[in-house]
Each structure stands twice: as C-alpha cells, then as structure tokens.
C-alpha cells in the first residue's frame, strides 16, 4: 500500500469565533469555563448575540491536527463536512491553504456551517460551545477509501461519536483502515463524550485503537478512576496511549514503556483552544516519521506551546521550522 | 442638538481576510507592499486562494474607528452597507458587541459583504486588496438624519469617493453634519484615492472639513509637494490637520499650533492593519471629550500602538483601560 498521508483525519469540520470573556459572563451564561457544550442554532444565535466583538477562523479538532501535521512538513488528508456558504469556503480554503488534501462535498441543502462559539477568558482558559450544523451531516459516502486507506495513520475525533451519521462514517472509516492495516489513532476530545459513550469506546478501543490521545479530564472519565490507576488501565488497552495534563506536560505509555514529558514554557498563556489537537499534530507527525516515543511527546509539546501563546487553534508559525529550531 | 454620540462614521463596510504572506508572494502576485488595490470577485476569489489561511475579522477604515472610539468608552454609531450573508452577519454583531449604533439594513439582493483580502509580511507591513462588494451600495437613504445631526463629529473616509452611490451618500452626510453645525472629520484613506480625487477633495476640505487625517504619502499627494511644504499647505485649508508618520509618530497642526507626537513604543510589530484607523479614533475620542490637541494626538499613539502589536485591524484590549494605565 502506498503512503500517499502520514496522517488521514476524520472530525466535525468546524469554523470557530473565538472573543474574550470574563468569568462573570460565563456565570451568567451558565458555562463551566473549560467545558465544551453542543447548543442548537437558535442558542447559538443568542449566545452570539450576547458575545464580545471576535475574530473567525477555521477549528474542528482532527482539523487543527491536520493543519499543525501540515505545519510540520507531514503530508495530510481530512475529512469532514461543510455547507455551502461563506464559512465553508473559508474552511476549505484554510484546508488546502495550508496544503492538506481535502474534498469532501459541501452539503448542498441543510444547516450552516459549524460554528463553534469560544469564550476566553483572561487565564487563557477557553470555554466552547458548539453548533454543529452541517458537520453532523458526513456520511458514510463521505469516507474515501482511497484517503483511507493511503494513509499511514487515521485519526478519529471522538466527537463523531455523538451524531449518528457521523458515528457511522467513523466506522466506515475505522473498518477501512483495519483492513488496509493501518494505524488507527482516537482522540476522546472530551470527558462529557466519554460519559456518553463509554462502553462503544472503551470496546472500540480494544478492538481497533492503536494510539489514545486524551487529557486528564478524559482518561479519568473512562476508567472512573484516579490519573495513576486510568493511566495503568489504558495501558492494557492500547499501544500507545498519550495523556495530556497542561503545564505539567504529558504522559506517554507503551506496553511496559512510560515517558513524562514536560511542557515547552511559554511567556503568557493567550488561548488554549487547539492545545491537544497541536499535541496530537506534533506526536503523530512524529510517529509517522518513525521518531521514539519521548520525541514524538516532546513535538507535541512544541505545538502546544506555539498554539497556546497566541488566539487561535492552529499554529501562526511553521512548526517545522520551531521544531528545527528546537533540534527536534 | 443633543449630542448622543461622541462620533458618527460612514464607510465601506469591510470584513478582513487576513494572513501571512512573503515578499516573494507579493512580488509573485504583482502587490506593492503597503498599498491598497481594488479588485473585483474574480480576483479576489483567485488571490484568496493562493494565499495562506487566514483568519477574518470585522473591518472597515471608518468601522476600525468607531471600534477603537467605543473602546476607549466613547459612543459611536456607524453606517455601512453589509449584504445578508454569514460575513454580513459578523460585521454587524462586532459592531454590537461593542457597543456601536449600527442599524443600516443589509443588501438584499446583490453582491457579497466587502472584503479585504490582507497579506501581512513578516516585517508587519499590511498589503490590502478590496474587493467592495456590497459596501458599494450604500445609499442617500442609508444615512440617516438623527444619526448624524446627533454627533459630535461626523467621520467621513475618503475611500468613499470611489463609488458613485456611496459618494453620494457621502456628499448627504457632509451637508447634514453642515446644517447641524457639527463638526466634520474626514480621512484621505490612500494616495491612490487622493491622485484619483485631488481637486474635488481638495474643494470639500476646504469648504466644509474641520480635521484632515492623513499618513505622509497621503498628504504629499493631495498638494504634489514635499512633506513640510505640505503640511504648511493643510494648516491653511483646515482647522486641524492630524499626519502620521508610522515610527516618527504624527504632527498635529491647527492654525499657528503645532504639535510633534511620539509613537508610542511597540515590543514587536505584528501587523500594521488599523493603525491610522485607531489614531483617528483617539484623536477624536480626545476631541470629542475636550482635549488638548496634543493629548488627543498621545491617545490616537497609543491606540495606533496596541493594534499594531497583534493581528486585526481593532483594539483587542480596552483602550479606556489602557489610557487610565498610561494616565491619559
């Protein structure tokens, strides 16, 4: 099989308004700052209209790993879905912009683009709540095999496993890429997912998952359990398993190997939207390059570092050029 | 006459379309660095999709000014001409968001919202491409007798003298904000602008302008003279004439006064998009609240400063704030 993508990502295809925020907004708004919460079109059109002035741009978490694998010098495909409206185009444009193949048809008749409303607070903390609109609607016609299957790993938002129809173009996905042999990495992207899904996940990932990317919130939720004991249950379950824990970097373990990898410092801590989907960017493109575990964490943690220091969910920079920087 | 509002702008109204670019992308696609280009819908949908992702944001010379003027807490209202798409939308909440009156109807039939398609190279220079699309079609009808017989001072960009409907609605605001015996306030916007309209500029400065904003290239191409010739040149045209220099900061004159300012201080230029808009807008929120001249010129440094130090055209902090920590 030929290596046409180091990496093959499928998610919701999501465009963010990102505007500052105050606690006391979030109080009022009912949000738990850090959280991701899905709303409909009509509560998104009212949380907007309450939200600051803010600044569009293209999101969707397998998205912005596709974009920072693309950053790094990794070739990338993705798969998601949009309408055909301006914020579609935008996201479309984003996508090939920065070189990552991408052709999932728009959806002709239907919702809006996602939309995923952002609040940041002064910590740097964000805090989301998302319309879905048309990324529900992938389908499992959506997934190519060829994309599929000619990339070395797949990637797989576990926000797919909400909307059905995307839950099935997931395992559409997920069947090609263990019958092409391939890769196949999950990201929980979110511990309320996990509570919702938890057996199908915990059974999807014994059966297929070769690489798990979660956060504290997430593999605790999984396992129902403390970080040290989730972190002993998922490597039983894996491969590899990647646990991020913010400032105090990440946790990677493989069969009887663990690395503790520690953060990239960074001046002032802007935004964290993006934060583990540019981990995940860093740790695969390492992967797919056959680099060791450390080096693949430590990627991630560049990443991480650059997306967080600024608004946004992808990287401004190249991270080719910082990770040459870094000797990485 | 109630003065409901410090400052009441028209203009194109504009969403950005912003991202890095290089010196060989310019050259490549026939830009001067600095300048700003009118482009038509097949252009802008060619050069959109050769540059690199971007973010959007909401824009608008005069839109940036009364953005920066309701940050600093002055009250503002706006007209320009946005269609009813999804980019349509954005301008407008921004607009709310931060306070601004802001009620022209969008187009309903018609060309897109306008958008500026920006190239910021790594030295932070901003290269602008417009594609006007509805902002073009503001109307007589659009401006709105108490918005502007109820301003302090009426703001008018130069920009609108290129088409003829919006040049029209412009002419209308001048003569409203005359009878009212408000105080009128224009920008030359851009050289190009100013070669294109020099006489018929030249007459309205002199007949009904109180403030004349300007960069250097402007104001040299309005009298076809050198700098200090010029502003000699202004002084006697204009009750106060306020020119930018970029780094050499801005020389403020009215009849026999003249006031040299410093800019202020910027740790690293990231793009210049907005700078002469945020200058304008603490200039005249100064203005608006009684200032001295050579305060109001010290306002509109500090607020060309933030914007200059981040990406987007509008303060991302609050100028009010800002000016109470450098005690102004």
Chains 1, 2 share one sequence.
Do not use: W
Request: glycine residues 10%.
């Amino acid at each position: 099989m030929t290596d046409f993508y180091d990496l093959a990502a499928i998610g919701n295809a999501i465009v963010d308004v990102i505007a500052p925020a105050d606690d006391a907004f979030l109080a009022a708004e009912g949000l738990t700052k850090g959280s991701m919460m899905l709303i409909d079109e009509a509560q998104a059109t009212a949380l907007y209209g309450r939200m600051a002035p803010g600044m569009e741009t293209s999101g969707g978490s397998a998205g912005n790993t596709v974009a920072g694998v693309a950053s790094f010098g990794g070739r990338a495909a993705y798969l998601g879905k949009v309408a055909g409206d301006q914020l579609g185009e935008v996201f479309a444009h984003d996508m090939h912009a920065i070189g990552a193949a991408y052709a999932t048809p728009p959806l002709a008749e239907g919702p809006a683009t996602a939309r995923c409303l952002i609040n940041v607070t002064p910590d740097g903390q964000r805090t989301m709540c998302t319309f879905l609109g048309a990324s529900t609607e992938l389908s499992p016609a959506d997934v190519e095999a060829p994309v599929i299957e000619g990339a070395k790993i797949v990637y797989l938002e576990g926000y797919l496993f909400d909307p059905p129809e995307a839950r099935r173009a997931f395992e559409k996905a997920a069947a090609l890429a263990r019958g092409a042999g391939r890769m196949i990495a999950i990201t929980l992207s979110d511990s309320f997912v996990v509570e919702r899904h938890r057996a199908e996940l915990l059974a999807f990932i014994e059966r297929d998952v070769d690489i798990v990317f979660a956060n504290e919130a997430e593999i605790t939720a999984l396992f129902e359990t403390d970080f040290h004991a989730a972190i002993e249950a998922i490597r039983t379950r894996t491969r590899i398993a990647a646990v991020t824990r913010s400032e105090q970097g990440s946790v990677v373990v493989a069969g009887p190997e663990t690395h503790t990898v520690a953060a990239f410092p960074v001046e002032k801590v802007v935004d964290t939207t993006g934060a583990g989907d540019q981990y995940a960017a860093g740790f695969l493109f390492g992967l797919a390059q056959g680099r060791p575990l450390d080096v693949c964490g430590r990627l991630g943690s560049l990443a991480a570092a650059e997306v967080i220091s600024h608004y946004g969910p992808r990287p401004l920079v190249s991270l080719k050029d910082l990770a040459a920087a870094q000797g990485l």
